[in-house]
């Protein structure tokens, strides 16, 4: 998990779009989001961890212990119960949502090297959609 720990920015974002209008977020949030270049920021304090995103519009927060569930409010408005974990070596984010009709999505963080994460994200039961974003350690 320590390779996990820096700082990184976004250089590609595959199939962003597709994934966002499948989350239901509206054209102008979509918009922002893609054209944006986000920095991600991991830390970790006494096994509490902290995923930072920032772009210049907004910049949000992932507190978790590994393995802890906790209540979360996605970006795009979703009621979630999240939980993450750490499988052969990557970080595996489950929301699962909390109201009908809503969307649950997983997401894995893996490290390419010691200076590329990769972090896909798929929505459940959309099993042919899968988006890939790529970050370089600054």
Known sequence: MDAF???FERTSADQYEEFLKALEVNFLLRKAATVSTPVMEVSEDG???TIKTST???TMELKFKLGEEFDETT???REVTAVVTC???KIVTVQKAKKDGQKSTKSVREMNGADEMVYTMTVDGND???CVQKFKRV
Do not use: N
Request: no cysteine; hydrophobic share 20%; proline share 6%.
């Open 128 to 130: 042919d959609l899968k």
């Open 47 to 49: 096994g509490a961890w």
């Open 87 to 89: 499988e052969d070596g």
């Open 5 to 7: 720990k820096g700082k």
């Open 75 to 77: 970006p795009d408005g």
């Open 56 to 58: 210049t519009l907004k």
